[in-house]
């Protein structure tokens, strides 16, 4: 309780996370129960009660105005000809899928998938198909029939409907300001495959830099079983670098105050032009509102307590878009942020007085932490973590920074014409060195000896076992460590009791 009374914003987002969620089940009742409540705890002077309901009422809110479309209050019929505009499209090795706000009295989004276009479709192209709609109904799979990973991309996408079309129609291109994002980015791409590098390399480079379906799908195999997937989209990671890139050009503002306020400003400038350049990608939006709000309440709280600013970030992201609560990537990139404010410092065994040992030491313990981090979020959507991620994590952290650098400064020296071929080449090296090394990692005979194929009751155990080791490492008594490495222990014994092997494996 007194962790909770220094970190009101864990509160706060807890609260507009619930908030969230009723607003799909029984916003009436819980709106009413903790507008009661909330009155309650302002007459008693109950300050967290009072966040927390305050927070639920802010998430029923946001999570009704935000609501999606249904197809049946759309207003047009379920089959016949259709127009829409394009937000997005992927390219698969047989047929392409495009996300697509279709033109209705109430417009909805849709997933739509062909076989019939020989070009991938650009965001802001419009288009007119035929097509039979399927109605999607996400939350009732959702909160009825258990924990779906694709009913959760359903509802964080905002999709009332899906079908296939055929009869497929590009009449022209939309040029708002989102849709010009996504076709720069493109282009830019585009740049990048004339600089001269080997077609994969290429590709890796643009899947690196701009996310999406750059990669070739062998490439992303790979990536994913060496646990290392989220260097070919868009993510913190990504944020990570450009800020560090920047604060290093940037780094003689901060000799004083006013000149490091303008050193922030000009970080989160970049971070937001690369997330335009990268097509305002959902992932990409994420870590540049999460970096925005983190810094502006750093500035704003003098005691920089990380987790009253990671609680307050989340809550103000969710209060923005409420239905990425339901994102696999927005709540690995919460799990993760989490695990290592939880574990990094503790298993780091340096001092943060010793700077290189303990930068070296966090190389080595980083991996680690944030996959205790995302764990039950890995076994209940993957069904499997790649033990190779704690090996690749650490090769992934030095090398790939370096590809991407090299990657960069050919791109930008072929502009004017000057890229020399020794980089050119060089980074055609690297990449086959980072492919090659992301292949031996996932060839290793023990990497997928943890998989397990859990219920929602695995996952919540595995969660309370992974939460109380933070409470072994974090607690000074030995009482209270004994006790929550025994309930640690009964936890993670529950968890795999609730796993199950299905019928056809």
């Not at 935000?66 to 209050?73: I, K, N, S, Y």
Request: proline share 5%; aromatic share 10%; charged share 10%.
């Amino acid at each position: 309780m007194n962790d909770l009374r220094r970190w009101p914003g864990i509160v706060l987002a807890a609260g507009v996370a619930g908030g969230i969620i009723a607003s799909m089940t029984l916003p009436t009742a819980v709106g009413a129960v903790a507008t009661v409540a909330l009155a309650v705890a302002v007459f008693l002077r109950r300050r967290l009660p009072a966040i927390l309901c305050a927070g639920i009422l802010a998430g029923l809110f946001t999570g009704w105005m935000q609501r999606p479309a249904t197809l049946t209050e759309s207003g047009i019929p379920a089959e016949g000809c259709f127009t829409a505009t394009v937000e997005r499209a992927s390219a698969g090795s047989y047929q392409q899928r495009v996300i697509a706000t279709v033109d209705a009295p109430r417009p909805f989004r849709a997933e739509l998938r062909t076989t019939t276009c020989d070009y991938t479709l650009l965001p802001g192209e419009r288009i007119t198909f035929h097509a039979h709609f399927e109605p999607v109904t996400a939350a009732d799979d959702l909160f009825g029939g258990g924990i779906d990973a694709y009913a959760m991309y359903l509802l964080s996408e905002r999709i009332a409907a899906t079908a296939r079309m055929d009869a497929l129609r590009s009449t022209g291109l939309e040029n708002g300001l989102i849709h010009k994002s996504g076709r720069m980015g493109r282009r830019l791409a585009d740049d990048i495959y004339n600089v001269g590098f080997r077609p994969a390399t290429a590709a890796l480079l643009c899947g690196a830099f701009f996310g999406g379906d750059y990669a070739e799908p062998a490439t992303r195999a790979a990536f994913r079983s060496a646990g290392l997937a989220h260097l070919l989209c868009i993510s913190g990671f990504h944020v990570a670098l450009l800020v560090s890139a920047i604060g290093l050009l940037l780094y003689p503002l901060r000799a004083g105050r006013r000149l490091n306020y303008l050193r922030l400003a000009l970080i989160i400038a970049a971070v937001w032009a690369y997330a335009f350049i990268a097509g305002l990608q959902p992932s990409a939006v994420r870590a540049a509102t999460m970096l925005t709000v983190m810094t502006a309440a750093l500035v704003g709280d003098r005691s920089h307590s990380t987790p009253n600013v990671f609680g307050l970030t989340l809550a103000f992201v969710l209060l923005i878009s409420p239905y990425w609560l339901f994102s696999i990537g927005f709540q690995l990139s919460a799990a993760a942020v989490a695990g290592l404010m939880c574990f990094f410092g503790k298993l780091n065994p340096f001092s943060p007085r010793r700077h290189v040992l303990y930068n070296i030491g966090g190389l080595c313990v980083a991996p680690l932490a944030a996959t205790l981090g995302v764990f039950p979020l890995l076994l209940l959507y993957f069904h499997s973590v790649p033990l190779a991620g704690f090996i690749g994590g650490i090769g992934g952290a030095v090398i790939f920074p370096v590809f991407m650098a090299m990657g960069a400064t050919a791109s930008l020296l072929s502009v004017i014409g000057a890229a020399p071929q020794v980089l050119v080449h060089a980074t055609d090296a690297v990449a086959d060195a980072t492919e090659s090394m992301c292949r031996a990692l996932g060839a290793l005979p023990w990497n997928q000896s943890a998989t397990l194929y859990p219920s929602a009751a695995t996952a919540f155990f595995t969660l309370v076992a992974v939460a109380l080791l933070g409470v072994v490492i974090h607690r000074k008594t030995l009482r209270w460590r004994l006790i929550a490495a025994s309930a640690a222990i009964l936890a993670a014994i529950t968890a795999l009791s609730f796993a199950y092997i299905p019928e056809n494996m």
